[in-house]
C-alpha cells in the first residue's frame, strides 16, 4: 500500500515539475489591459508597439506621467510564450533590439520600461491586479 503512494506521488511531480504557478487571465485582451491601467492611473494611448522583436502577439505603449510604458500580451498556450514570462520572472528585464529595459510579469502579461516612472508603485499595483 505504501508503495502506491509513493508511485501516486512521483507520478504527480514529474506532470506538475513544469508547470508554472500563473495567473489565469491568457483569456483577457491588450485592449483590455490598456483600458484598465488608464482606468487606474492615467495616461494616454501612445500607440501600438512592435511585437515581432520580443515574439508577442500584441503590444501598446501609454504615456504615464510624461513617460513611455510598454505593455505586451503572451499566448501562454505556447512553450515560447512561457518561456519569455519566466525569463523576466527570472531577471527582472528583457532585451528588445538589443537594449535592455526593466520588466514585469503578470500571467499573460508584460509591463516594460516602468522602473524610472514617477508612477512606478501605482503602476505595479494596478498591473498586478489585471
Known sequence: MKSIYILF??????LFSGCRSTVENNDRTALELCRYMMQQVGGKFDGPMAVE???????????????????YKFNTKYK?????????????FIYIYGFKYSAVSHGSFIMVDYETNPLKDKLLEAFKKF
Request: net charge positive; glycine share 6%.
Open 53 to 71: 522583436p520580443i515574439h508577442a502577439d500584441d503590444g501598446f505603449a501609454l504615456k504615464i506621467a510624461d513617460r513611455q510604458v510598454a505593455f
Open 9 to 14: 506521488a512521483a507520478v504527480f511531480v514529474i
Open 80 to 92: 515560447k510564450a512561457r518561456a519569455k514570462i519566466e525569463y523576466v520572472d527570472k531577471n527582472g
